[in-house]
């Protein structure tokens, strides 16, 4: 199974990213998908999740309304649309497929995002 995440990069605040993770070696419709990050000398924290069908969705709170995770089956693709970056947005940024019929989960390797001006 791998995870690889892409898209991440340095932007300024107020700009738009849009990160990429594709999914080989498993059965992509069993898993729910999930962005986390983490920013240095913080824990590791769930940013969005998407169902397994992509009917629900969950974000934080500190990303609502500006940050949207969608999920494209026939490319075994989940993404993470992020607008109107902010300098706390900055920190690793992390796929992980989350197996709906257990505990098996996966993770990518990350992705760097860095809000600067």
């Known amino acids: 199974v791998q995870l690889v995440e892409s898209g991440g990069g340095l932007v300024q605040p107020g700009g738009s990213l849009r990160l990429s993770c594709e999914a080989s070696?498993?059965?992509?419709?069993?898993?729910?998908m999930k962005w986390y990050r983490q920013a240095p000398g913080k824990e590791r924290e769930l940013v969005a999740r998407?169902?397994?069908?992509?009917?629900?969705?969950y974000y934080a709170d500190s990303v609502q309304g500006r940050f949207t995770i969608s999920r494209d089956s026939a490319k075994n693709t989940v993404y993470l649309q992020m607008n109107t970056l902010k300098p706390e947005d900055t920190a690793v940024y992390y796929c992980m497929a989350d197996w709906i019929y257990g505990s098996n989960d996966y993770w990518g390797r990350g992705t760097q995002v860095t809000v600067s001006s």
């Open positions: 070696g498993l059965t992509f419709s069993s898993y729910a």
């Open positions: 998407i169902s397994e069908g992509g009917a629900f969705i």
